[in-house]
């Protein structure tokens, strides 16, 4: 349990929000155990597929927001093949980035299922011409070549009949409602029932390692049942990792699109990112962000101890558009040279110490110095009171020139601890730079002191 917030919750010194309360009142032992995986996942996968890639507009909120009508946007349902979707290319890219985990919307917001649902009328094998479970052989694959399976599932369904909200200026009905006569209440414990059979479904034909659940907050967690989901997915993998989007009866937090600017109080945390500015396949959007961009990204996530879930919008006959199969293979030459410094680490060191990125191995006596620029001069690093070792570069080996500055023997506050790091050294995106320590990392906090001997 996270100390800070166990000592809020004892000594009632006000509220924290619910998501954290309730990730932090999680059984430790537990908790640790089936996190475990997940603290070193590193970099995920995320990948929006869906009807909306027929025409390439939004995932859902196209019609939610009446930008076209509910009928037109299910009308794609007739362009969605499949025809040229290869699951192995998709995870053979997917292990090139070097990602552990993948995730994949099994349904959105618009209920249409990728799996052959029995608990609804909507799924690509009974309406689309592509007339196939889609996400058997995808799971099947991802298994097969070691990854950690996720499955998006949307709580909220604005296709289903007895689900409240259909866009945002037209509901089915209120809910809650407490009118005499009104049967709000028979109407969503039907849309409930229907939840609980599709997640059921779910959890006995793919057992995924992690839920990733998105819509909880047009209700509330009592309204879900939240509880009771999570108890149902535990009760057939007790070891599934859950995301915070379950009005907080989860695992880890998902920030979305803007990177924290400090670190989470949560242990566990990943930032979902999109390559360009959509989810979903969106062909006029060509705003993509470039591999270094998307490196600073991830390396921002591992300085802070959390994940990056980047994703990915196929079109709607399985090929993944080209820039973002490059972008893709540019992080995979990356995270392959420097494997090192990202898969076995945890958070760095406070920023000011040091002018970027940095992480720790687990043991705490390797620090890893990320360089998203070519530096002016030598790399400094303050307040260091462990002696280096070593210093080198990752990926090569070849070992750097290193001196501490202000240091006189008779002061205990360390000077300035600065490395050479010469041009032929650099990576073209991001360099990374090990020290090694004499033991656990020790760092000076303070302000520093008179001179009162010399």
Known sequence: MNVKYFLFLLLGLGPITTS???????????????????????????????????????????????????????????GFTASRWEPKEWIDLIKESGATYTVIT????????LWDTKAGKLSMKKCTPARRDLLTPFVNEARRQGLHVGLYYSLLDWSHPD????????????????????????RWQRF????????????????PDLWWFDGDWEQSAEAWRAPEIIKL????????????????????????????????????WELCQTIND???????????????????LFVDCLSMGGNLLLDIGPREDGTIPEEQMAALKGIGRWTKKH???????????PTQYFQGYTTLNQKGDVLYLYLPYRPNGMVEVKGLVSKVRRAYVVGTGEELTYKMWNQPSWSSIPGNFYITVPDR??????????????????????????????
């Not at 929006?48 to 930008?67: K, L, P, T």
């Not at 259909?166 to 407490?178: A, G, S, V």
């Not at 859950?242 to 937090?253: A, C, H, K, M, T």
Request: proline content about 5%.
């Open 20 to 78: 954290a309360q309730r990730i932090a009142m999680a059984d430790s032992t537990a908790y640790r155990e089936r996190m475990e995986w997940f603290g070193q996942a590193k970099l995920g996968i995320f990948i929006h597929w869906g009807i909306y890639a027929v025409r390439g507009v939004s995932e859902s909120w196209s019609f939610y927001n009446e930008r076209l009508s509910y009928d037109e946007y299910m009308k794609q349902q007739k």
């Open 106 to 113: 099994s349904k959105h917001h618009d209920g249409m299922a």
């Open 163 to 186: 689900y409240p909200n259909h866009t945002k200026n037209i509901q089915r009905y209120k809910f809650p409602d407490n009118t005499r006569g009104n049967n709000a209440e028979q």
């Open 192 to 207: 409930c029932n229907f939840n609980f059979a599709q997640l059921t479904e779910l959890a006995t034909q793919f057992n």
């Open 233 to 268: 997915l535990r009760s057939y993998n007790p070891r599934c990792v859950v995301n915070s989007r379950i009005q907080g009866y989860g695992d880890y937090l998902t920030p979305e699109r803007g990177i924290p600017t400090e670190r989470p109080s949560i242990p566990y």
């Open 278 to 296: 959509s989810w979903g396949y969106y062909p006029t959007d060509t705003n993509y962000k470039s591999v270094y961009q998307l490196l600073r």
């Open 339 to 349: 494997a090192e410094a990202i898969y076995q680490t945890r958070a760095g060191i």
């Open 425 to 454: 050294v650099l990576d073209p995106d991001i360099t990374v730079i090990a020290l090694e320590l004499d033991g656990p990392i020790r760092l000076y906090n303070g302000e520093g002191k008179v001179i009162e001997q010399n």
